[in-house]
């Protein structure tokens, strides 16, 4: 199971550990108690945009198709076949939640927030790896072709280059919230 983890989220994951290094590296933690905190949060926050496939048929369409296989995986506590499952239909859900420009809009003052204050070291690793892997699959839908599906929230789909103007601006903050750290 922790070979097909790592087959799905390699990239994700070498997302996340770049992150925690700058983050290791800007913050100077001494205290390994800190370290751990970064560690342990940049590790969920690689997950954490994942969460949507399997809540997604619990609130929103719980007849679909895919919500009974989803159903079908937790009943039977096949959490193997559970990721595999998602990780090769993930484009059967449209309307993704997490995986939104909305949900990066939202995410942006929380990152610049929780980078500005005085919070614990779990947090800002954390939030600033789920904005990272959200940028990343921001990226990846960009290579896709599947953009369209990442704007649903807004009226029409932005072309090639406002996308990318999008995307650098995710990237410039994502660089200041590691600066305000």
Not at 56 to 65: A, G, Q, R, V
């Amino acid at each position: 199971m922790v070979k097909k983890l790592l087959n799905y989220y390699t990239t994700p994951l070498l997302v996340s550990a770049t992150l925690g290094v700058i983050i290791l590296a800007m913050t100077v933690a001494k205290q390994p108690i800190e370290i751990i905190e970064i560690i342990i949060g940049i590790i969920l926050g690689t997950f954490v945009l994942d969460i949507e496939y399997i809540l997604y048929p619990y609130m929103f369409e719980p007849n679909s198709d895919f919500a009974k296989n989803i159903f079908g995986y937790t009943k039977s506590k096949d959490f193997k076949g559970l990721i595999s499952f998602i990780n090769e239909h993930r484009d059967g859900l449209k309307e993704k939640s997490l995986n939104s420009a909305l949900f990066q809009v939202v995410l942006i003052p929380i990152c610049l927030l929780v980078a500005y204050t005085d919070t614990s070291y779990f947090m800002k690793a954390f939030v600033l790896s789920i904005f990272a892997n959200s940028i990343y699959k921001l990226i990846e839908c960009y290579f896709n072709g599947t953009t369209k599906e990442w704007f649903w929230a807004i009226k029409g789909t932005p072309k090639k280059e406002g996308v990318l103007g999008f995307i650098l601006v995710l990237i410039l903050i994502l660089v200041v919230s590691i600066y305000l750290i």
